[in-house]
């Protein structure tokens, strides 16, 4: 079982940056896979970045490639995502994710089983 509290969104204006983290609890968070999603209002849960157990390999969404950083951890048991020159299309509530499978490659939502509780980013022009 991993439990995921997400930190760290808020209201920040166009071409600014923030940092979310998320907080993981269990033994075993090391050998998951952690992914950030995002969902804005209106519109599907989208994949947004993930890392895989050891940080190593890492994947972006087109959409935030060269803007996100995603990074973990793992003596903190805390995921990263570094968000620069954000722009109000990035507005949305960001979701933290663990897969058992440990791999950066899913960015399907069904294959991660834990989830935190959500953070807002509000992007203003």
């Known amino acids: 079982q991993v439990q995921l509290v997400e930190s760290g969104g808020g209201l920040v204006q166009a071409g600014g940056s923030l940092r979310l983290s998320c907080a993981a609890s269990?033994?075993?968070?090391?050998?998951?896979?952690m992914g950030w999603f995002r969902q804005a209002p209106g519109k599907e849960r989208e994949f947004v970045s993930a890392?895989?157990?050891?940080?190593?390999?890492?994947n972006y969404a087109d959409s935030v490639k060269g803007r996100f950083t995603i990074s973990r951890d793992n003596t903190k048991n805390t995921v990263y995502l570094q968000m620069d020159s954000l722009k109000p299309e990035d507005t949305a509530v960001y979701y933290c994710?663990?897969?058992?499978?440990?791999?950066?490659?899913?960015?399907?939502?069904?294959?991660?089983?834990?989830w935190g509780q959500g953070t807002q980013v509000t992007v203003s022009s």
């Open positions: 890392i895989n157990w050891s940080g190593s390999s890492t």
């Open positions: 994710s663990a897969t058992p499978r440990g791999s950066s490659f899913y960015t399907g939502s069904a294959a991660y089983d834990y």
């Open positions: 269990g033994r075993t968070f090391s050998r998951y896979g």
